[in-house]
């Protein structure tokens, strides 16, 4: 049974950090990814990584987000910086076996989690 489990969501103010994590169970996916959901909002992608090492990421996250991919732990995480209050939503892993393996393909992934919350305050 695939699991894709998240945790480091929290509450901060505007410019700070965090780090959310995604830990996969057994099973290593040639695309894992982030994707985020705010109230009242379509679901947007936020990064991918493919088992090449390449990323994709939306343009307003570039620079801000990192992600990356412990392979020892097969855990993929999501460094997130410059926090700002339209970042504010419900963040959601995501895997895949094949694709595009892109931001822009949330229905591409073929796993999901069910998500951590991110608040982010002024």
């Known amino acids: 049974q695939v699991q894709l489990v998240e945790s480091g969501g929290g509450s901060v103010q505007a410019g700070g950090s965090l780090r959310l994590s995604c830990a996969a169970s057994?099973?290593?996916?040639?695309?894992m990814g982030w994707f985020r959901q705010a109230p009242g909002k379509e679901r947007e992608g936020v990064a991918t990584l493919r088992g090449d090492g390449s990323t994709t990421y939306a343009d307003s996250m570039m620079g801000r987000f990192a992600i990356s991919k412990d392979n020892a732990k097969n855990t993929l995480y999501l460094q997130m910086d410059s926090l700002e209050p339209e970042d504010t939503a419900m963040y959601y892993c995501a895997a895949a076996w094949g694709g595009s393996c892109s931001f822009r393909r949330a229905a591409g992934m073929d796993y999901w989690g069910k998500g951590t919350q991110v608040t982010i305050s002024l």
């Open positions: 057994r099973y290593r996916f040639y695309c």
